[in-house]
């Protein structure tokens, strides 16, 4: 009987020391199906072709990046020759990166006659360096008091590839940075641009415009500061970044309109405040749409690079 007891203490204790094991085990190492819950409200993760796209590539195509362009009413006039001037832009440099200056390049950069910008697949690059040396250089609150300022103490400025990344001026980027008023901004448009920036997320590193840590960024921002100083107002900002946007990322707004296609709604019906929100226009919320609609057929991998 005692020799009983003894094996069945000694069961009992390698049973519990094996049940130990496992909990320490599953304590240090969570299940795989142990996740956090999904941001945006689904009981399960996203699976591809889970809608029903109507229409072909092509036609998404005319709808979010027409190859003709896509207009933002907002006078340009002689910004390019102010950038010069002001050491952001170096003509030189320019003309070196892009094999020669265009007839459009010249204008955009030594012109004063131009009074709205067109968007194309084919200048998308230029004008996204243009304006990258705009909202770099020019003073505003999102540059003096956004997050850029207010993590300074952590990271240099020159760390950013907003900042790093720019080499086209004559002066260094951390010397442009926040250093001049090319356009003459009112404390209420400047705190227009701070909100409206706040809402406004990029696919290439999922932060919001007054973030400005990449090209994208730095370009939204000096595109919405020009139309502020215009008398743009929030709905006319939201709309011209979402065209920016477009043209910079192409595949993530196609893909956004076959998305809401799905839906029935058109995208000349999709809110542009809601389409650059973090939910469709954050990385995260981008890859949650594309694994929701799948591959396109005829689609072409493509993307945006946060370089010159």
């Known amino acids: 009987m005692k020799r009983l007891l003894v094996i069945v203490g000694i069961l009992a204790a390698v049973v519990g020391g094996w049940i130990f094991m496992v909990e320490l085990m599953m304590a240090l190492n969570p299940s795989p199906l142990d996740t956090q819950p999904n941001p945006y409200g689904t009981s399960e993760a996203p699976t591809p072709s889970t809608v029903v796209i109507h229409l072909s590539y092509d036609e998404l195509v005319e709808q979010v990046i027409p190859a003709a362009g896509s207009t933002v009413s ?52 230029f004008w996204t360096n243009v304006l990258w040396s705009l909202g770099l250089v020019q003073q505003s609150k999102v540059l ?18 907003s900042t790093g990344g720019w080499t086209l001026g ?23 641009v701070y909100r409206v920036t706040e809402n406004i997320f990029r696919p290439c590193c999922g932060n919001p415009t007054v973030f400005p840590d990449c090209n994208h960024g730095m370009a939204v921002l000096g595109l919405l500061e020009l139309l502020a100083s215009q008398g743009a107002n929030e709905d006319e900002m939201y709309q011209a970044a979402l065209v920016f946007n477009s043209y910079a990322f192409p595949h993530t707004y196609i893909t956004l309109a ?26 995260s919320g981008a890859r949650h749409i594309a694994a929701v609609v799948g591959p396109i057929p005829g689609s072409p991998n493509q993307g945006g690079s946060c370089s010159t």
């Open 170 to 192: 004559s002066l260094d980027a951390v010397t442009l940075y926040n250093s001049v008023s090319l356009m003459s901004l009112t404390p209420e448009q400047d705190d227009l």
């Open 144 to 161: 003096s008091e956004g997050p850029m300022m207010q993590n300074v103490g952590e990271i240099p400025l020159e760390n950013y590839a």
């Open 74 to 125: 907002v006078q340009w006039n002689d910004m390019g020759q102010q950038l010069v001037t002001a050491g952001a832009i170096d003509l030189e440099k320019f003309e070196n990166q892009y094999d020669g200056l265009t007839t459009e390049q010249q204008e955009i950069l030594q012109g004063n006659r131009l009074t709205e910008i067109t968007f194309t697949p084919e200048n998308i690059q």
């Open 258 to 283: 076959a998305y809401f296609a799905s839906q029935d709604t058109t995208w000349t019906e999709v809110d542009p405040a809601v389409a650059l929100g973090p939910e469709y226009s954050s990385g």
